[in-house]
């Protein structure tokens, strides 16, 4: 079982994905050496994950994991799927939404497909950094029903990490109980009960674009002023 550690059960919005970065940066500031990688799920992740590497001075990834959306409401995450091909199924919600085994595999077929397209966009601009042997954070904009964070952390455990840290901004306490056990450590800044989406904790919760995640992952100066 990992260790959890809830800062606050307020609902105060973030004014911006950098500014949450910041906050995290402050509870992780004594993993600030060579041995650190931060990671984030992109596209809002990678925000979050571009601001805490720099304040940390450590490296920067991303690791990608994609929701697999319930029948009419693709919102609803029933599961999620990994880059390395790690699938969850959340058994309770795929049996309420409806989702059967044809639709399930549809579903992941889909995503996986998705996955493909964006390793072969992201990877141009970063090469994928070796995980063995480091302490590895991981960390997104928010969870919701924690599927997409929990495949990450799966695909991740499979390389061999000497820490495996998940931290994030804001999330709800019931995924937060269930994801505890799939890192060493689970940091969250707030955990309001009252939690319906992400990003009705950010002041500012702009979309953000595939070239913007380009360009954190090639370290201009552009895409962190939009940040």
Not at 85 to 110: L, M, P, S, T, W
Request: proline share 5%; aromatic share 6%.
């Amino acid at each position: 079982m990992g260790k959890l550690r809830i800062l606050s059960y307020s609902g105060e919005p973030f004014a911006d994905r950098r500014e949450a970065g910041a906050l995290l940066a402050g509870e992780l500031s004594h993993l600030q050496d060579g041995n650190t990688v931060v990671l984030g799920i992109p596209r809002g992740g990678i925000v979050v994950a571009d601001e805490l590497a720099m304040r940390l001075g450590v490296e920067l990834d991303i690791v990608l994991a994609r929701k697999l959306g319930a029948p009419h409401n693709p919102e609803l995450a029933l599961g999620a799927v990994s880059e390395s091909g790690d699938v969850y199924i959340n058994q309770e919600v795929a049996g309420y939404a409806g989702a059967d085994k044809f639709y399930i595999r549809h579903e992941q077929e889909v995503q996986a497909k998705e996955i493909k397209r964006r390793a072969e966009m992201f990877r141009r601009a970063r090469p994928k950094i070796p995980l063995e042997g480091k302490v590895v954070i991981l960390t997104d904009d928010g969870i919701a029903t924690g599927a997409t964070m929990q495949a990450a952390l799966w695909s991740l455990r499979r390389e061999k990490p000497k820490t495996l840290i998940a931290a994030v901004p804001v999330a709800p306490p019931d995924s937060l109980n269930r994801l505890v056990g799939d890192a060493d450590e689970l940091l969250c800044l707030r955990a309001p009960s009252g939690f319906a989406a992400v990003g009705q904790f950010y002041e500012n919760f702009r979309q953000v674009e595939d070239e913007e995640v380009l360009g954190l992952l090639s370290g201009t100066a552009m895409a962190r002023k939009k940040g």
